[in-house]
């Protein structure tokens, strides 16, 4: 990222800055970068972050499309801090960047972010690599040569972005629907316990998620497999189930 | 299987059936042989099973140590019907098959079994191509050629013997601790509903499991791995944690 964090988000486009952003004067916490947010696993985070007080820099490949989303979560989160974006300005703009793309954009995603993220920042990957990105089912893995979704993240980022891989195992209905109470856990996977704790932090302001850590980044090619047996289940029963780990003791994180 | 089902089942070695046979005239459901029952996993499983009434053919490569298994077994459960076997007479004499080897042992077991085994018999498989096998780290899984160790388990049985994956992500310490309540799920793979329903029903008779239909047995790749997950969260948290999946409903099986 090349901005100050301290500067207020730039919106792409010709449109004024919303109403919104001067009624909050002082944001909660620093802004979040979702790649990828008009999706609907992206769209849903950022709808759950930005209710938690989160700014939230809405990230597309398209600017209009970005604006579009832009615009659906600022009327479902009147309250909510949002700008719009392209990928890249949405990257450049924040410490803190998830990435929420379908797999099949994912090498393309980071390539075209290479120059917008740089040392320091911290990536949460939620790519999954289903099968589905092939024309095949979205209950089957494809095999990536690095092993996950995630490691294939950690070798496209310029040197000293920091990877964690997180929020595989929630439903993007269920994360939409603000009115469902999510109660499970996100299971966290990184090389690095701080940068892992520092993804928890901003995930565990999402009322009901508990995030547990789940080891290193290698591990990722699990907690990436599970959408596929969640969709399995969900396909099964009509739901959106999510996880629990039992047995857990009350503190996870420092 | 070559035996009736209904001749109650033949102890090896010399010892004369164990007074507890007699002591209960009529077992409340059909024996079930627990393949490894002297390894931890399978100890406690087949404790669990007793100790709800179901009548465990406990099974060894060595006659001594299913001996020395089912002692102890029985002095943990008492009003628990047990019988000590070789693996292949443990497989002879019950319609119900529980696999927990480790996986170094799957392919050999089940190559010593294929006499024991018939069309019909229902094969639960509860092994995990772990990397430990071949010296490697517990939170690793080896790649299995047919895709999981249940598929391999499929290739390996006689035809018309089915088979259905589950049991990966109790702990075995926690099976074995009977104070210990379980509040978890069972995750179960197979190609046939009604195999799978077969095995919830049995698996369910042990306090607090919960059978979720998971797929087909190729899914079994992903819950076998969930293994090397806990393996990781329990050691670095110092539990025993179980999966629970969220928003399921109440009825899960017919």
Request: hydrophobic residues 45%; aromatic residues 2%; contains cysteine.
């Amino acid at each position: 990222m090349t901005a100050s964090l301290s500067a207020p988000l730039q919106p792409i486009g010709e449109h004024p800055p919303p109403p919104i952003l001067a009624a909050v004067p002082t944001p909660s916490s620093d802004p979040v970068a979702v790649i990828g947010a008009s999706g609907a696993l992206g769209f849903g985070l950022a709808l759950r972050l930005a209710r938690a007080g989160v700014p939230v820099a809405i990230g597309s490949r398209d600017g209009q499309r970005a604006e579009e989303a832009c615009e659906r979560a600022r009327q479902i989160v009147s309250d909510g801090i949002f700008s719009a974006h392209e990928n890249a300005g949405a990257a450049d703009a924040c410490d803190t960047v998830i990435l929420s793309v379908p797999f099949r954009n994912q090498s393309e995603t980071l390539a075209n972010l290479k120059h917008a993220l740089s040392p320091g920042q911290l990536l949460i990957d939620a790519t999954v690599p289903l099968a589905a990105a092939v024309s095949g089912k979205a209950t089957r893995m494809l095999g990536v040569w690095q092993g996950s979704a995630a490691q294939q993240a950690l070798e496209m980022v310029p040197d000293g972005v920091r990877v964690v891989s997180a929020l595989h195992t929630i439903s993007a209905a269920s994360l939409a629907d603000l009115e469902h109470p999510l109660e499970q856990d996100v299971l966290v996977c990184g090389d690095s316990r701080a940068d892992k704790q520092e993804a928890a932090h901003l995930i565990e302001r999402i009322d009901g998620l508990r995030c547990v850590d789940c080891g290193k980044l290698e591990m990722a090619r699990t907690t990436e497999a599970l959408t596929a047996l969640l969709i399995s289940v969900n396909a099964r029963y009509k739901i959106h189930a999510g996880i629990r780990l039992t047995s857990l003791p009350d503190r996870l994180w420092e």
